[in-house]
């Protein structure tokens, strides 16, 4: 029957009201033209750990040779230490990124997009028609935090974002281009400082037509959301 043994997809976990909620955004934006996504700032976080084993990884081997070198992934407590980025990014220009220093907490956010967030959009967008976009992060979602968006709905807008939607942010994948560097660098940072900075340095050199493309494949992510009626997609 051609069927083999494959590992499962890893997929958002979807409620039906989650796959509700998706399916109404998809519809809401599904006419939206290319020139209405340039509009939008997406923004995301994402933890990066100085040793990463990817646990997809699968060797052959004989039995009682499970010590072998070759047949070992050395790992170190709690990854060797991380660092957690926030950046975010549009059509026109790549944003600030962000060192998050602690757990990313209302105060905390609140600071970000005070500091580097408002910042980036008046420049990118002069004249207030931007649109911010946020998933829903409890932190992103705390009243400190949306009084601060009601108090400059003159300078852009804030995206309405359904719930465990990852497949919907291209974002996502602007971390897994960092992630892919920084695992084709040898050799592997020694300490978190270095590791910082090989981090900013990755970003601050993204490729335009790079995250063009991604702004510019949101007509066919909507689509796909449409497609299975607000089910996973292949994003």
């Not at 997809?9 to 979807?14: A, E, S, Y």
């Not at 499970?66 to 230490?81: E, F, I, K, M, V």
Request: glycine share 6%; aromatic share 10%.
């Amino acid at each position: 029957m051609r069927l083999c043994s494959r590992r499962p997809t890893r997929v958002p976990l979807l409620t039906k009201r989650h796959r509700q909620l998706r399916l109404q955004w998809a519809r809401e934006h599904r006419d939206w033209p290319t020139n209405e996504w340039k509009r939008v700032a997406w923004s995301h976080e994402s933890r990066f750990l100085i040793h990463h084993v990817d646990g997809r990884v699968r060797i052959r081997r004989l039995p009682g040779k499970q010590l072998l070198p070759s047949c070992a992934a050395g790992h170190t407590q709690a990854g060797g230490g991380g660092i957690m980025l926030w950046g975010t990014f549009s059509w026109a220009a790549l944003g600030s990124v962000v060192v998050v220093e602690q757990t990313m907490k209302a105060a905390n956010y609140l600071n970000i997009i005070a500091d580097q967030l408002h910042p980036y959009l008046a420049f990118v967008f002069p004249t207030g028609n931007g649109i911010f976009q946020q998933d829903n992060a409890p932190c992103q979602k705390a009243r400190i935090v949306l009084e601060w968006f009601k108090e400059h709905t003159d300078k852009f807008q804030l995206m309405s974002w359904p719930p465990n939607s990852p497949d919907l942010n291209p974002m996502e994948h602007i971390w897994d281009v960092i992630e892919r560097y920084l695992r084709a660098q040898t050799p592997p940072c020694s300490n978190i400082s270095t590791f910082r900075d090989r981090c900013l340095v990755i970003w601050y050199n993204l490729s335009p037509v790079m995250y063009q493309k991604l702004v510019a494949s949101m007509p066919r992510r909507d689509a796909a959301v449409l497609k299975p009626k607000g089910g996973a997609t292949r994003y």
